[in-house]
């Protein structure tokens, strides 16, 4: 019996792959990826922020800068602006987070209304709120008015009284989306150790005290720094609802580097700007420290 073999043929060998050239090709339209963002990041951060210091670049304009008393003013203002707005209007968006975590039917509608403020342009909302405070035709000294029959305060004639509007109307336009970040880190926290609190016969405050409030600490620091740092560049609450009177004593520095370019003095407004950068890097600094823990 005869048996034929049949040879298997040889597979051809791969022809060999130029990996360096590979590799350059990847590096190419990499580096033609980045250049867009890099031309975004010269174009748009590096070139104003490079050119404000170079407007500011003067020893002169600091001097004049310090022996301007609304200077020292605006400081202030913007030191109380920093410790009392923004405090209030994180302890009131935590207390408010607990609110709105409730599952009730009604709360959906009450959350929806409450997020209003914030989603409006600040230019509408709070010029209403301007116009509402006037002692003239204002709707509130009309109603003072109808009620009582004396005319009501000239409410924005007082620097004090019209520094602490302009803080209601920053706690009262920004409380939403802190309340929302609060809300969502609630969300976080699984609903079981809720459940096992309660078993163990636990109070409401001691719920928050040893469930939501471990839990919320990283969170509830770091919005409060971050809105400490979005403060100090934010001039609408102020600019448009007082414009920085009266007398221009109610200016924080967001605002005087406006008053100085109204008054064709560009050297002041960067200098004005610059000044602030000791209270932002500190603050910038310790919000990545703790971001990158």
Do not use: C
Not at 40 to 46: A, E, G, I, Y
Not at 144 to 161: E, K, M, Q, V
Not at 166 to 171: G, R
Not at 253 to 263: E, K, M, P, S
């Amino acid at each position: 019996m005869s048996s034929t073999a049949t040879a298997t043929a040889a597979p051809l060998p791969a022809p060999p792959v130029n990996l360096g050239a590979r590799h350059a090709r990847w590096q190419f339209w990499g580096a033609v990826m980045v250049v867009p963002y890099l031309l975004v990041f010269v174009v748009f951060v590096l070139y104003p922020v490079g050119y404000g210091l170079w407007l500011a670049r003067h020893p002169q304009s600091y001097v004049k800068l310090v022996e301007d008393p609304i200077f020292f003013r605006s400081v202030i203002n913007t030191a109380i602006f920093l410790v009392v707005a923004i405090n209030i209007k994180m302890l009131v968006a935590l207390v408010l987070s607990g609110f709105f975590v409730t599952s009730r039917w009604w709360i959906k509608i009450v959350s929806a209304i409450f997020i209003l403020p914030w989603a409006m342009p600040s230019i509408p909302t709070i010029l209403s709120i301007r116009f509402m405070l006037n002692p003239e035709w204002g709707v509130i000294n009309s109603t003072i008015f109808r009620l009582t029959g004396a005319d009501g305060p000239n409410w924005l004639n007082d620097p004090s009284l019209a520094l602490a509007f302009a803080m209601v109307v920053h706690v009262w336009k920004s409380l939403p989306f802190w309340t929302l970040i609060l809300v969502a880190g609630r969300l976080a926290i699984p609903s079981e150790q809720y459940e096992a609190a309660s078993v163990d016969g636990a109070s409401s405050w001691q719920k928050f005290r040893f469930v939501s409030w471990p839990a919320l600490k990283t969170l509830y620091i770091t919005s409060t720094i971050l809105s400490m740092i979005w403060t100090l560049g934010d001039f609408n609450s102020v600019y448009l609802l007082t414009g920085g009177g009266p007398a221009d004593l109610t200016h924080v520095l967001a605002t005087l580097g406006i008053r100085y370019l109204r008054l064709d003095q560009v050297d002041l407004s960067m200098a004005s700007i610059v000044v602030a950068l000791p209270l932002v890097l500190p603050l910038v600094y310790f919000m990545m420290k703790r971001l990158s823990k």
